[in-house]
């Protein structure tokens, strides 16, 4: 596992650093795993808050990690990179400490607009995200599974034109050259097919629900319009410039990859989708506790209101 992977040479900067991320969270999970564990006190008596606290804590940061890894596997990097990121992890290794992690900036990259980059393709993950959430979530409710909302709906769909909005303008102030905005937002029919493969079709109810009501939380629009209003450049809008697709498109693809009739071939290529998935995704005993089922480990979204994958 120590060898080079190939396939990372050639991924652009902000999916090295989704790699960096898998490697330092399971970095993070096994230093608190070895040595964050608390030490009994006498004036403890039989309380066991502090070994739940770490508990948790342990919890936390393996979903977390499978959080990053759902997003990195959902956007193309490969699984065998991503099994690789973790796996030095877990031997208590951070990004560069190895020889064989490359530099997330690559040489000649400007390093402010790498990270502006980075932060279009958070936001238009999440927007792919949350279109596809959202429609699992409107396919599970005709049951009532779900009590209809109309105000966090309404929520959802303002944090979505914020986050379009942010990423639009962002785009816009860098100039995203083509291959850039192909790399990004040049998601296919088989593209959506992973992505669902990768994230609503794995998740329970009760996961989609956590989800779905988290990004009803009225802080991501208050943090995507804030970014935008600290943009410095002028952001009128050039009439060529390729934009973003709008939410109501990614809904209209998301829908169409989860309601759309597949033929023997597509079915064949999404089985192997799950099987490429489930490599990238594998399980991590350490997530769940003894009360859990490991084989569904508790991941969530980030919390509410916070940048998903990036900070400004």
């Known amino acids: 596992m120590s060898e080079p992977i190939p396939e990372i040479e050639g991924l652009p900067s902000w999916k090295l650093r989704l790699l960096e991320r898998i490697q330092n969270a399971s970095a993070d999970h096994v230093r608190v795993l070895l040595q964050g564990h608390p ?19 342990l919890l936390a940061l393996a979903a977390d990690r499978h959080e990053i890894e759902i997003h990195a596997s959902a956007v193309g990097v490969p699984a065998a990179a991503i099994a690789q990121a973790r796996e030095m992890g877990t031997r208590g290794l951070r990004w560069g400490d190895s020889v064989h992690s490359p530099p997330t900036t690559r040489h000649g990259e400007d390093p402010v607009r790498a990270h502006l980059i980075e932060g279009i393709a958070a936001d238009v993950w999440q927007l792919e995200h949350m279109a596809a959430i959202n429609v699992a979530h409107r396919l599970r409710s005709v049951d009532g599974r779900f009590p209809p909302d109309p105000t966090a709906q309404a929520q959802f769909d303002r944090n979505m034109a914020a986050l379009w909005t942010r990423a639009k303008d962002t785009g816009h102030v860098i100039g995203l050259t083509g291959d850039e905005r192909a790399e990004i937002w040049g998601r296919d029919d088989a593209g959506w097919t992973h992505l669902a493969a990768a994230t609503v079709h794995r998740y329970s109810d009760a996961a989609l629900h956590e989800r779905w009501r988290t990004y009803t939380w009225r802080g991501i629009e208050h943090e995507a319009r804030r970014s935008i209003d600290n943009l410095a450049a002028d952001r009128a809008q050039d009439p060529g410039m390729a934009l973003p697709p709008a939410p109501h498109q990614l809904v209209e693809r998301a829908t169409q990859a989860l309601t759309g009739t597949a033929t023997r071939g597509e079915v064949s290529a999404e089985v192997r989708i799950d099987i490429a998935v489930d490599a990238a995704l594998a399980v991590d005993p350490a997530v769940g506790w003894d009360s859990e089922p490991v084989s569904e480990p508790e991941t969530r979204p980030p919390e509410p209101g916070a940048w998903v994958g990036f900070e400004r």
């Not at 403890?44 to 502090?50: A, L």
């Open 39 to 57: 030490t009994y006190e006498a004036h403890y008596g039989s309380g066991e808050v502090p070994m739940q606290t770490w508990r948790t804590h």
